[in-house]
Structure formats: C-alpha cells, structure tokens
Nanobody, 124 residues
Framework: VRLVESGGGSVQAGGSLRLSCAASAYTYSDYCMGWFGHLPGKERDVVAIITGGSSTGYSDSVKGRFTISRDNAKNTLYLQMNSLKPEDTAMYYC???????????????????WGQGTQVTVSS
C-alpha cells in the first residue's frame, strides 16, 4: 500500500497548483481519501475529503478555492488549488481510509495510510 504525492512548489498569492497522489499496490477507488495540511508545530488538519461515491467536503478555509477529485482508472487523487493565499503554505499529505467507503471521517486518526507529503509555499 503506497501513496506518492507530487505537484507541490512555490507560487505567488493568487496562483494555482494541482497536487496529485498516485496510489499503488491497492485499489483505492471505493474508499475514503483525503488531503491534509501540516505546519511545523501544529497538528495535521483536514483540507478536503472525498468518499467512495465521489462526494466531497472541504475545510471552511479552502471552500470555493480548492477542489478534490479522483481518477479511479488511474488510481490517482487530485487537489486543485486556486486563488492560493500565504496562509495555505504547508506540507500537504494525501491519505486513505480503507475501512470506510461513504461515511468518511475528517479525523487524522481515521486515515491509516499516508503519503510522504509535498510542500506548498505561497508568497505574498
């Protein structure tokens, strides 16, 4: 079971990035997946969640700017990040909860599989 993120980088405020999370050794298409952000010294926090049925949920801070999606044929999860702000700066992790398909939880502890993270830095 392996998750590998890519797509992070440095952008100016107002810019866009698309993060990808490639899953291997397991078919994640029917399960809850999510993106989490982590700043040093703070707890990892949910950014966006997608269910096995592709219903989505977002933190209030990114609603209307970020879009989570999945391509089941490619076993890949995405996070389209638009109108980026300096406060979006964080290490972003994708995660999978292989115990739930539809009633996804927005808790870090619910997700048992994690990628290595990709850094997003937004300058003003």
């Amino acid at each position: 079971v392996r998750l590998v993120e890519s797509g992070g980088g440095s952008v100016q405020a107002g810019g866009s990035l698309r993060l990808s999370c490639a899953a291997s050794a397991y078919t994640y298409s029917d399960y809850c997946m999510g993106w989490f952000g982590h700043l040093p010294g703070k707890e990892r926090d949910v950014v966006a969640i997608i269910t096995g049925g592709s219903s989505t949920g977002y933190s209030d801070s990114v609603k209307g700017r970020f879009t989570i999606s999945r391509d089941n044929a490619k076993n890949t999860l995405y996070l389209q990040m638009n109108s980026l702000k300096p406060e979006d700066t964080a290490m972003y992790y994708c995660a999978a909860d292989l115990s739930r398909r539809y009633s996804c939880r927005d808790k870090v502890s619910s997700f048992g599989y994690w990628g290595q993270g990709t850094q997003v830095t937004v300058s003003s």
